[in-house]
């Protein structure tokens, strides 16, 4: 739809290839595209544009993030082209947009923070490939959580370091019933889905929202459809079994949610009706993973960031790929779109037999 | 000893294969009698009559999680061998006696709960079984544990749920010392043992307990005498570990011990005399799991369910096999009376060299 | 330097292997210098001795420790060779040192656990092996913290034993900023760093450090040069980020972060200017692991042991020898002096390519 600009841009990366300072800026905004599977550099400045326009030190301390985090892959000697395809880039982006969300302290006090544990946060990477190869899956932003939350566990015991009020330590307590449809209304509907997208880069605004949604139009329609649809079907979950509504409304039940269908819907199951149905089963379980997690944190009162869609993903991609039900797709890294039409072109009557789509 | 009741009941296992109703009701008893790895529908029949007699609507609430794990596996297109010796059924089985015991509310709500989780346990099970794979392991109750905890850790932060008292976070604090003579009595040891049996399905009652015990005996009389010996042994370690009287007499130092003992001293390896060290071993270490976990649960007020079985399992079973001492048994799902005559007739004289012994 | 004392001890250790007693104490001696990944019973010794002067009851529940847990090594039939270097002493070892650190109650109660929990330490230890190899690894102390974390978080619901004063389970406060330089010196540097070294075994004072250095020297000039220096590196690391002066003090900053350096920086990579580079690094980053495990560890008032160290190595490790920067060497039993000369005489021009020193 969008020509060149459409899919993995694939032709754009290999012009720029030679060039060390533009491929490098290339291979930052495909690691900002990452974080929602997307392999597209376009997308990443879209993502890039969301995180200022929601507040310019966020942009600020994301930008650092992806910049320090790809700039140590090169440093110790990583596979080029997974770093020409944003992989270690997009866990230090989410870094240092934590950063800024849940740490008080002086801009310079932070930044120092953003750059050794985006470092960190490439080293992670590295090691969770290798654990998570054989079992055949990726990392997801799982070495993001685990960064993060070493930095933020450490933190409250870092005399040189302040956390925000968003840390708070307290024992779980069970939460009273409350009445699910009086605060149901237009203006709800369209914050929690549309700052529910933006919160997954932190970036806590309906603009920002939008901005993102528009990005991930251009690598694909398939997952911007779920953009909106994962994250509207996080917000009913959420409604449902009745958690705080200030939560949902701040798109804190999306999230986790969209990026959950993104997944399954499209780039590790080649989409059809069976293989939405099951995206939508994963995305209320991943609802239901948050929800515990959020008990689990809360005695340090630290926040689940994506590790709901972490496990979500992982648990739905390994059972989906042994049912006889879905059509898998082991090569993550292109888009639902050419996914399908790849699979029309190689099956043209019957679609594959299970377990034959692995290119 | 009962005939064609005994053992794993192949014959009428093939006799029903063909009958879609009678089939799935036989899948659902095997799957409850799974619990006690046992694969035998009359075993399960004795265990669902001891729900209904500890409490009716725990005996409803296990059998709507049963039918729910059981039917969501046949619809995910799981494996149908699987299936019919009761491998996706016994979690649901157990998500659903959860629900009861730790949750408030009205039945009607518990029910909606028990259908999504019994449901998303057949999921976890499938993970978990490709997972233990490469380590030669099943998935033991770990699936039931994990949806459960996902849904009680949830329920905290979910105003259409209630906890019930049980659930109830604390920092954890030293327990005193206790006087460990002055309470021990026969009521205490029937107690202590017998309800500790049946507290493994939830069915905190005596009669439930001897139910159990019944149907275990129809399967095999050595699991039937490790049930009785390890809840025994159970109850002593707490009692020399001086923990709590009250739960103890309840049978709560019970349940994972005399399942750990069946587990070891017979299923996954042949028994002899070095075999019931073994087993009397990791009974006790099951308890000191045990122990530890009752206090990493306070600060959530969470159960430890049968996880201290889980992880003493997993320990000692791969271990065992490594030993030189213990003729290992790697297909679990027969009694240990067939594992022995097996050994005796392939190595009439003097037993099999270690490792051999893979059918 | 030191003749037949240096190295491993290859010709001692087959000299006494047919007599029992003292092989089995060659064992025990050598179980004790594992903790330091070094395998030479003299460095065993001058750690011993440095046990008996910081505390003479904390020898002799750390060579009760030792005893136990490779008596249960051979009684289990467990391989004779992986026994003979200490492979199954270190974690009952420590075990044993931990228990008055963090235990009170009468001598008599603890050598009770200490005897149960080193037995069970070398059952953890067999299935942690079976667990690390798929990828490659050692279980370094995983073991021991295992085995110690369910002891003490045991311990608490236990009344038959009582934990000290350092168990002390609260929820956890951000620490407010501390002034770094006023509390530097030269007393507090060499109580930091001497102390730290000590404290890997639990043995808090400045003597026991300069001890456990001279009994690294005999093995490695290059370990005990990292003991020094990773110790210092700890302490650094502390101070900038502002933790507790009186844990920096104490040596509780340097003890996880000498053990990183020298596992890095000449165990498992051969030694040269771009390994001490990445040895630096590491030994930060276990720092921050620790002080994240610090905050993770304050519910339950449980201390981090040596999880740091694990984790740090695990990663680190791991994801060194998959960049082309570093010299991978896949046998980690010998030392770091012998790992450079046999990389000399293998390769005399330019060294190995990557991957391929593995003997």
């Not at 890039?48 to 929601?54: D, R």
């Not at 969300?101 to 590295?126: P, R, W």
Request: aromatic share 14%; proline share 4%; net charge negative.
């Amino acid at each position: 739809m969008f020509g060149k600009l459409d899919g993995t841009m694939e032709e754009m990366s290999k012009k720029v290839d030679n060039i060390p300072f533009i491929s490098f800026i290339d291979s930052c905004l495909r690691g900002i595209a990452e974080v929602f599977i997307a392999n597209n550099p376009v997308t990443g400045f879209f993502v890039l544009v969301a995180m200022y326009v929601a507040d310019f030190w966020l942009g600020v301390a994301s930008t650092v993030g992806v910049v320090v985090a790809t700039a140590t892959a090169h440093l110790m000697g990583f596979d080029r082209g997974q770093i020409r395809i944003g992989l270690f880039g997009f866990n230090g982006f989410l870094v240092g947009a934590a950063t800024p969300i849940f740490m008080a302290g002086t801009e310079m006090n932070q930044l120092m923070y953003i750059i050794v544990f985006s470092a960190f946060s490439t080293i992670i990477m590295k090691a969770m490939v290798r654990i998570m190869e054989p079992f055949g899956l990726g990392a997801f932003t799982l070495p993001f959580n685990i960064t993060t939350l070493i930095f933020l566990f450490g933190a409250l015991s870092y005399g040189h370091a302040t956390v925000g009020p968003l840390i708070n330590p307290a024992l779980p307590i069970a939460v009273d019933a409350v009445d699910t449809v009086t605060f149901l209304g237009s203006d709800f509907i369209v914050n929690a889905v549309f700052r529910g997208i933006g919160q997954l880069v932190f970036a806590d605004s309906i603009i920002s929202g939008i901005l993102v949604f528009a990005g991930l139009f251009v690598t694909s329609r398939i997952m911007a459809f779920w953009a909106v649809v994962g994250s509207a079907i996080g917000m009913i979950t959420g409604i449902l079994l009745g958690v705080d509504q200030n939560a949902i409304y701040a798109g804190l039940w999306g999230y986790n949610a969209y990026i959950t269908a993104i997944a399954i819907g499209g780039i590790f199951f080649i989409l059809n009706v069976k293989t939405a149905l099951y995206a939508v089963f994963a995305t209320i379980c991943s609802q239901l993973l948050a929800g515990a997690m959020v008990t689990f944190m809360a005695p340090w009162g630290m926040p689940v960031l994506t590790l709901p869609f972490c496990f979500a993903a992982i648990l739905f991609i390994s059972v989906g790929r042994t049912s006889n039900w879905l059509i898998p797709v082991n090569c993550s890294l292109t888009t639902p779109e050419e996914h399908i039409s790849w699979c029309k072109l190689e099956f043209p009557k019957n679609g594959p037999s299970v377990g034959s789509v692995n290119h």
